[in-house]
Every structure is written in structure tokens, then in C-alpha cells.
């Protein structure tokens, strides 16, 4: 089945830096990717849809400049959590549907992000 | 717009025991949906899904779902539980068409007693 690889699997960061997250798509192109963020003991949240080739959208109440996405090719893309706080500090996970289709949605490890 | 309500926020099951977890759609179409489950600190890994046909659906580790649509539920079941199912149950429904995300509901907490 296809997969997608997501990395880092965790990350500790200090307050005011910035930390980059990949989602890889391995086996198939994804024109898009999808980003979410879980809260601990809450569930998956979107924060934004990354498009190849084009600027992503967020979801209300998520700051575009602080989150980062950039989707440089069919197989990549990237989240940018800038200038991190530690509320920042969350559980990140991409997904992609394969060429675009939902016909299922498979999902990155995930990325246990830490900000002290 | 899509939502997903899952009523139980945790339940406690003794081993061996059967399991229903409770799972009510809203979409304005026929949806895809899906079951996830999460260990602590892990990713989502399927259980299942339902994209169309026989409307009970078997998945991995011996779980079913049944679509029900006149209800607007897709209950997840096992007929008997086992320690290493305790984890976080997350239901979500999908658009027909793609390039759209899914939705979760807030999950549900499994714990398993001997």
C-alpha cells in the first residue's frame, strides 16, 4: 500500500527557534497534503491543506506565519513551525491522498514536537 | 458540513468481553468512513473502512463496523476484547471526490480490565 514517511518522529526545541517537519509521500505523487495537529488527549485537528506548486490554505484560526507550509514537489512536503513557543508543543501529522483521490487517506507516523 | 460525534469519551471493558464503539456521522452524502486506532504516543493506524457496498465491514485485529445509514452511524464491534486493545479509538468520515481532509471525531478511550 502507499506510504508516507513523516520525519522527524520527535523533536525538542528551544523557545524562538524554529523546527521543520517533512511528510513524504514514498510510492505515489500527492498533489495534496493535508497537516493536522493533536492536542494531548484531544483529537486530530486540521490546521492546513498543502497544494504542489501553490500556496497552502489554513484553517481559521491557524497563523500562516507561524506555520509554514511549503509543498515544493509531488512527493514533499514540509511544515515550518517558526519561532516556536511551547504551547506550540503538539503532536503534528500529515496525510496524503494518493493522486489526489480520496480513496484513502494514509497517514505520517506523526511528530512529537516538544518546545522548552 | 461534515462532522462526527463519538458520545463515549472513555470506556472500560473486561477481557474478553464484546465491544461496540459508538460513532454518528453528519454528512450530506454518501461519506467514506473509517476507524483509526492510536496507542500512546503512536500514529493512526486503520482499523477499517466503508466506501460503498456490503455495509458491514471487516477490518484488522478481528475488529467490524457496520454502515448504517437510515441512523447515520458506523459502530465499530469485537466480539472479544484483548489487553492490547486498550488505546484511543478515533471514527472519521471522508468526502466523495477527494483532495478533501477527513474529519475525526474526538476519540474514544479504551481501557481493558482483566
Known amino acids: 500500500g502507499a506510504v508516507v514517511s513523516q520525519h522527524p518522529s520527535w523533536v525538542i526545541c528551544k523557545s524562538g527557534t524554529s523546527v521543520k517537519i517533512e511528510c513524504r509521500s514514498l510510492d505515489f505523487q500527492a498533489t495534496t497534503m493535508f497537516w493536522y495537529r493533536q492536542f494531548p488527549k484531544q483529537s486530530l485537528m486540521l490546521m492546513a491543506t498543502s497544494n504542489e506548486g501553490s500556496k497552502a490554505t489554513y484553517e481559521q484560526g491557524v497563523e500562516k506565519d507561524k506555520f509554514l507550509i511549503n509543498h515544493a514537489s509531488l512527493t514533499l512536503s514540509t511544515l515550518t513551525v517558526t519561532s516556536a513557543h511551547p504551547e506550540d508543543s503538539s503532536f503534528y501529522i500529515c496525510?496524503?491522498?494518493?493522486?489526489?483521490?480520496?480513496?484513502?487517506?494514509?497517514f505520517g507516523q506523526g511528530t512529537r514536537l516538544t518546545v522548552v | 458540513a461534515q462532522s462526527v460525534t463519538q458520545p463515549d469519551i472513555h470506556i472500560t471493558v473486561s477481557e474478553g468481553a464484546s465491544l461496540e464503539l459508538r460513532c454518528n456521522y453528519s454528512y450530506g452524502a454518501t461519506p467514506y468512513l473509517f476507524w483509526y486506532v492510536q496507542s500512546p504516543g503512536q500514529g493512526l493506524q486503520l482499523l477499517l473502512k466503508?466506501?460503498?457496498?456490503?455495509?458491514l465491514v471487516q477490518g484488522i485485529k478481528g475488529f467490524e463496523a457496520e454502515f448504517k445509514r437510515s441512523q447515520s452511524s458506523f459502530n465499530l464491534r469485537k466480539p472479544s476484547v484483548h489487553w492490547s486493545d486498550a488505546a484511543e479509538y478515533f471514527c472519521?468520515?471522508?468526502?466523495?471526490?477527494?483532495?478533501?481532509?477527513?474529519?475525526f471525531g474526538k476519540g474514544t478511550r479504551l481501557s481493558v480490565i482483566a
Open positions: 466503508y466506501f460503498s457496498g456490503d455495509t
Open positions: 496525510s496524503a491522498p494518493p493522486g489526489g483521490r480520496l480513496i484513502e487517506a494514509f
Open positions: 472519521a468520515v471522508g468526502a466523495q471526490g477527494g483532495n478533501t481532509p477527513l474529519v
